[in-house]
T-cell receptor, first 112, second 114 residues
């Protein structure tokens, strides 16, 4: 157990739908990062939050949004889903720069 | 912006043989360097990291990596692999002055054969 909790582990939904992925960071970590992993794109950085504030944005589609709540958990919202959104979505957390990330086990999203 | 290139997408290797996974990075400023491992159906786990100091870094599970600033490389090595080392390995870089965002390479899939 890495200490980073992601729910749900698996999600199957239809095109056009909206889903919410949840992440609880490791205790004491203020930063949360979201990554998408797919076979053709590899690991793509989506967005980072630090203590509730958006800190950095990567290749995140406009249909996707995220937030970090006062208790530091984060949610990634994916809407108007397309088949190409099927991927593994990872959350990671960190405390100090240079310590790297601690990853969760991911949410596998399948859009049918 | 920084980038990471993992030169081999797949590396087949026999059990108890040595393995080297190559990683080159590009950045105009100082960086931190990392190697992560991803076992099937799992998240990424930190193997080792280079922050500063000695260029030879030892990590978990017998892995080590050497930072070479002149060649902008951070190759990962293990002298003798086990079947359990079958996994995907990712090299990553973060820029020291720009927060903690990691940029990952494309990954190298290691298949250890008996």
């Amino acid at each position: 157990d890495s200490g980073v909790t992601q729910t749900p582990k698996h999600l199957i939904t239809a095109t056009g739908q909206r889903v919410t992925l949840r992440c609880s960071p490791r205790s004491g970590d203020l930063s949360v990062y979201w990554y998408q992993q797919s076979l053709d794109q590899g690991l793509q950085f989506l967005i980072q939050y630090y203590n509730g504030e958006e800190r950095a944005k990567g290749n995140i589609l406009e249909r996707f949004s995220a937030q970090q709540f006062p208790d530091l958990h984060s949610e990634l919202n994916l809407s108007s889903l397309e088949l190409g959104d099927s991927a593994l979505y990872f959350c990671a957390s960190s405390h100090l720069q240079g310590n790297g990330y601690t990853f969760g086990s991911g949410t596998r999203l399948t859009v049918v | 912006a920084q980038s990471v290139t993992q030169l081999d997408s797949q590396v087949p290797v026999f059990e108890e043989a040595p393995v080297e996974l190559r990683c080159n990075y590009s950045s105009s400023v100082s960086v931190y360097l990392f190697w992560y491992v991803q076992y099937p159906n799992q998240g990424l786990q930190l193997l080792l990291k280079y922050l500063s100091g000695s260029t030879l870094v030892k990590g978990i599970n017998g892995f080590e990596a050497e930072f070479n600033k002149s060649q902008t490389s951070f190759h990962l090595r293990k002298p003798s692999v086990h079947i359990s080392d079958t996994a995907e390995y990712f090299c990553a870089v973060s820029v020291k002055a720009a927060g903690n965002k990691l940029t990952f390479g494309g990954g190298t899939r290691v298949l250890v054969k008996p």
